[in-house]
């Protein structure tokens, strides 16, 4: 094994309102780690969030400026943070719902009592208010060095052909104003999810080219509303004198949640795309692709080096994100796995990883093949 990668820390905090305070012997063991990887000059920063836990923050976050290491706030977007506007200004707020092909609100994916993946509109400026003015007010009471958007997308196709939004009034009179025959588009989707043959495409740069001129349309306009959305956000942040970086899909999955991976890095300062190559959950890439590979036909590949191998192209650091937690039943690498996937990462020279994607579910064995490097 050459050279030492360095680590980006994941740290889960629960959502908005949900007690997932630390336990002393869970702060203890966290800062210990970090100082274990500080100390081979391995630690590269820490992601913390959604949960409003000033006090774990305080101490992480003195902690971390004593030792001059990157401290940022992670927090979902267009999901999982119901209550954000009862943080922002002491009241429940309505979010604007996303729309499906059947023209029904969308229905959440359940996975367990934290995550039930209900995505609202990206387009509404309601809910993205809702998320920023979540996010700044952080910023402001907490010194963390800048934000890190999660859940910044649309529903994945684990929910279906037919669960692909945004077919609400608004987006319907988007697609309309740039020549969109959404009409057309719902009629393609619907009968592929029923006839089970995949569309042909080609797949280039994290992006899908279809020959209907309607299709391939309808989901670039979805990538420019969701870039637009980071764009704004990245503003905000940027005008705060802090950072902003993106928790992405795998790019071969993430085109048909609205992400275009280069356009967004255009815009923050890193992306970590979930190379997720051992979880069977949302995000995972043995999850994620069978559904893409229900509703396209793009050819065979290797998702996890080529979509790196693309990622060459951002125009932002790119902190590849790989699993090194175990959480049973939806994510069982072991330590020769991810040591496998880390000498990979290397040997395709990315020299900054996100261990994802709980500090506290890292097992010891794992630990102990990321602090060797590869």
Same mark, same amino acid.
């Given at each position: ?15 908005? =309102? ?20 500080? %100390? ?72 367990? &009592? ?52 945004? #077919? ?49 349309? #309808? ?15 990245? %503003? ?33 300062? #890193? ?19 069978? =559904? ?7 050819? &065979? ?17 790119? #902190? ?11 994510c069982k690498v072991s330590a020769a796995e991810l040591g496998q996937t880390l000498e990979e990462i290397a040997q395709m020279g990315y020299t900054e990883v996100v261990a994802s994607w709980d500090m506290n579910q890292m097992p010891r064995t794992h ?8």
């Open positions: 094994m050459g050279n030492k990668l360095t680590y980006w820390f994941q740290i889960h905090t629960g959502n908005v =309102y949900q007690d997932c305070s630390q336990a002393d012997d869970q702060l203890k063991n966290m800062i210990r780690i970090m100082e274990e990887f500080r %100390q081979t000059d391995q630690l590269s920063g820490v992601l913390a969030g959604w949960g409003v836990s000033p006090d774990v923050y305080a101490i992480l976050s003195e902690k971390l400026r004593e030792w001059k290491v990157p401290f940022i706030f992670k927090t979902a977007v267009f999901s999982e943070i119901e209550e954000a506007g009862k943080f922002v200004c002491g009241k429940q707020l309505e979010y604007e719902p996303m729309f499906d092909v059947r023209l029904e609100p969308a229905k959440p994916y359940h996975l367990n &009592e934290q995550e039930n993946f209900l995505f609202r509109c990206p387009s509404s400026m309601l809910n993205r208010k809702i998320s920023e003015d979540f996010a700044l007010a952080f910023l402001e009471q907490i010194p963390f060095d800048g934000v890190f958007l999660d859940r910044v997308r649309y529903n994945s196709l684990i929910s279906g052909i037919s669960g692909i939004g945004c #077919f609400c009034p608004r987006c319907l009179r988007i697609y309309e104003e740039k020549g969109i025959d959404a009409e057309k588009v719902r009629k393609i989707l619907l009968e592929t999810e029923e006839n089970k043959k995949p569309i042909p495409a080609v797949y280039e740069d994290g992006r899908y080219t279809f020959e209907d001129p309607d299709l391939d349309a #309808f989901f670039r306009m979805r990538t420019e509303i969701l870039t637009e959305a980071v764009s704004a956000f990245a %503003q905000k942040v940027h005008a705060r004198g802090k950072i902003i970086g993106l928790d992405l899909f795998a790019p071969s999955a993430g085109y048909f949640t609205g992400q275009d991976a280069l356009s967004l890095s255009g815009f923050v300062d #890193f992306i970590k795309p979930m190379m997720y190559k051992y979880t069977f959950a949302p995000a995972g890439i043995p999850f994620e692709m069978p =559904y893409v590979e229900r509703l396209v036909s793009a050819g &065979e590949r290797d998702v996890f080096k080529a979509d790196l191998a693309m990622l060459k192209k951002a125009s932002c650091a790119v #902190f590849p994100g790989i699993e090194a937690n175990v959480i049973d039943p939806i630990l102990d093949v990321m602090k060797i490097g590869c």
